[in-house]
């Protein structure tokens, strides 16, 4: 049988009942549709945490006190509640470590704060002036406190723009007001720019005050919860990172890093390490949506095995005018391909489409890739190929006169 002839055959085929054909294509539009959504949203996720943990600066290095990496892993397990941070470990650092272009010792706590009749509770974040330059902050009216603040413990505070306007209102100054923090009353020296972004690196939502006047004043003690340090190239990171390590150990007193009581992270693990979490997410939510390609692909052997039973007469009579079992089972094969294709065509669009509206109605970062296309139209075409084949051998192995014969 001709090529052309196999296309004409699967066309008319597939047009003859039309409705069936359109449902087993729905079930690979659906599912093809969900791959793509799904897979998008995924890779939105990643993208849109990466980009909010690069936000947060560039070249960085982190010690947290505390819990301690464990086997295998880049980043810390987390924070704990270990203080072993002072200030002469951020002046060792300053010292020693040539490679480091800032160093900021940082205090971060959580306290109700009002102002002006209005209160909500922000991060408080008490460290130096150094620590505008490790995360990229730019002052949008006033000023940021200076060192010689820091030094006379003085009771002022830079806010971010949303904790301005929560608790002075949208377009009016903050400069100049009294703030209360956890009942000590400070005075506004200025609003940062807005970094945008929400939750993880979020540097919209915060208070800046002097460290000395955090310790003081409120955590009342003089342990430091991380120390941020910005490394002049981040071909220097590498060689900086195992300095500070050997310096600290040693001012630590301990022989290695899996026994400190202090841990250092890099931004690139960080990155990394939300990388291969939402990476595993994507790969959960185009898995799941997988099953629904699945359900399609038996929704097509279905029909085709149904069709086969329906053409047996037809199949018969094809064979005694001199039909080979290979043209029928290419001429089944195709016509399975063919809604596959059908199928998949459009639940690319679709599944583009989709993703592009949640991205523009719900503000939900989504990000359609090449592969995901790719791997959702090939997958489809692999069912069209595995659900098609055993109808289409099925309907090869008939014998001639017998299926002439089938009522």
Do not use: C, W
């Not at 841990?263 to 990476?279: C, F, K, L, P, R």
């Amino acid at each position: 049988m001709k090529f052309a002839d196999l296309i004409y055959e699967t066309f008319t085929s597939i047009t003859t009942n039309k409705v069936r054909s359109s449902l087993t294509i729905l079930g690979i539009v659906i599912g093809i549709a969900s791959v793509i959504v799904m897979i998008a949203i995924g890779k939105g996720a990643q993208s849109s945490i990466e980009t909010e943990i690069e936000k947060i600066g560039s070249n960085l290095l982190m010690i947290r006190p505390g819990a301690q990496r464990g086997p295998g892993q880049h980043v810390s397990q987390g924070q704990g509640s270990s203080q072993s941070l002072k200030m002469i470990d951020v002046e060792l650092i300053e010292a020693n470590i040539e490679a480091a272009k800032a160093v900021a010792p940082v205090v971060t706590e959580k306290y109700q704060i009002i102002a002006a009749g209005e209160n909500t509770k922000t991060s408080t974040t008490g460290t130096t002036p150094n620590y505008t330059e490790i995360k990229s902050i730019a002052i949008e009216e006033g000023t940021f406190f200076t060192d010689k603040q820091v030094a006379k413990i003085s009771k002022v505070a830079v806010l971010g723009p949303d904790t301005a306007v929560d608790l002075f209102g949208e377009g009016v100054s903050a400069v100049g007001k009294k703030i209360t923090i956890n009942g000590v009353i400070f005075t506004v020296l200025g609003t940062t720019v807005s970094k945008g972004g929400s939750g993880f690196g979020s540097q919209d939502d915060v208070i800046y005050i002097p460290i000395t006047t955090a310790q003081q004043y409120l955590v009342g003690n003089d342990y430091l919860s991380t120390i941020e340090i910005k490394v002049n190239s981040q071909e220097e990171m590498t060689g900086a990172e195992s300095e500070i390590e050997v310096l600290l150990l040693a001012k630590h007193g301990f022989d290695d890093i899996e026994d400190a009581d202090f841990s250092i992270m890099n931004q690139a693990d960080i990155i990394e390490t939300a990388s291969s979490i939402t990476g595993t997410l994507t790969i959960l939510l185009g898995a799941v949506a997988g099953i629904s390609l699945v359900v399609g692909g038996i929704g097509i052997m279905n029909m085709m095995l149904t069709t086969v039973t329906e053409r047996t007469r037809e199949i018969g009579l094809r064979k005694a005018i001199g039909a080979k079992a290979d043209d029928v089972t290419k001429q089944f094969l195709y016509e399975s391909i063919a809604l596959t294709f059908f199928g998949g065509t459009i639940g690319i669009v679709l599944g583009y489409g989709v993703a592009i509206g949640i991205k523009q109605f719900t503000g939900l970062e989504t990000e359609v890739s090449g592969f995901s296309v790719a791997l959702a139209f090939g997958v489809s075409t692999l069912i069209g190929i595995v659900f098609g084949y055993y109808p289409a051998k099925r309907a090869a192995k008939l014998n001639a006169i017998e299926a002439l014969r089938y009522e």
